[in-house]
């Protein structure tokens, strides 16, 4: 009887220290990180949604102890964002307890957005790391944060440059010009016609005006400088004048 007793006595505490081992084993804090409420391991990878230029893509990411002490955050900012394209996303941090720490079966989120805004990045698959420090295990919880930026539907197109090949600006010059010669030309032949035309009836005035004072001649000399004065005029107009001269001669040779 007593032996089973004693028995009992070492099973029961043999059972009690294994009981405090395991207990010592659970005391320690522990990050659990969901993504739409399943459960992220060490460096799996978020994808969010894709976004045009102008457009944010956002993503909600929970952070839970599910430990039995206080988990603390070692970083300030809580969670960081390097490598890749992390120009492209920005992160909302998660509010904290005081003491930058969440205390055992509490949880809290951050946000991170894909927000390429106008930056001129080329369309395609972007990428970069989130990073949680705490005195968890393992101290550095990564995820790769990923998402894909379509083309700016706003964009100008590209200049067709064919079209630009086939009519350059040198040739469109080139063949205004001929034109532009022929023109000047029409227009120095229009002026060189009314010049001679006002030179031709500013001689036949003047070979009126002396065709009227003719009485003021008696002798043949002084009919031959009036013909001369006439003649460069035109040949037709000279020997008309002759014509008249001749018979004003006779005319006056009479009534003497």
């Known amino acids: 009887m007593i032996r089973n007793i004693l028995r009992l006595n070492r099973l029961a505490a043999a059972c009690g220290l294994a009981i405090g081992f ?13 993504v739409d409420n399943v459960v992220q391991a060490n460096n799996a990878t978020v994808t969010l949604n894709a976004a045009q230029p102008g457009q944010v893509s956002p993503k909600v990411i929970v952070l839970r102890n599910i430990g039995d002490q206080d988990l603390n955050f070692t ?16 992160v909302i941090q998660p509010p904290l307890e005081t003491g930058n720490k969440l ?35 393992p101290t550095v919880f ?3 944060i ?9 964009a100008a197109p590209p200049p067709d440059e064919e079209e630009i090949d086939e009519a350059p600006a040198d040739q469109e010059i080139d063949d205004a010009a001929p034109d532009a010669d022929a023109n000047a030309g029409d227009d120095d032949n229009a002026n060189d016609d009314e010049v001679d035309q006002e030179v031709i009836e500013g001689d036949e ?26 003649a460069p005029c035109g040949f037709g107009i000279g020997l008309g ?4 001269l001749a018979s004003l001669g006779g005319m006056r040779r009479s009534r003497r």
């Open 22 to 34: 395991t207990a010592a084993a659970t005391a320690a804090p522990v990050l659990e990180v969901r």
């Open 205 to 230: 005035d003047e070979l009126i005006e002396d065709d009227d004072g003719q009485d003021a001649y008696d002798d043949d000399d002084d009919n031959e400088e009036i013909v001369k004065f006439a």
């Open 142 to 144: 990564a995820l790769t």
């Open 103 to 137: 205390s055992p079966n509490s949880s809290t989120a951050f946000r991170v957005d894909f927000a390429p805004g106008a930056t001129g990045a080329a369309p395609g698959r972007k990428s970069t790391r989130a990073f949680v420090f705490t005195n968890a295990n």
């Open 75 to 90: 970083s300030i900012p809580a969670v960081v964002l390097f490598g890749g394209d992390d120009f492209l996303f920005s």
């Open 241 to 244: 004048l002759v014509g008249s």
């Open 146 to 154: 990923e998402a894909d930026l379509l083309p700016n539907p706003n």
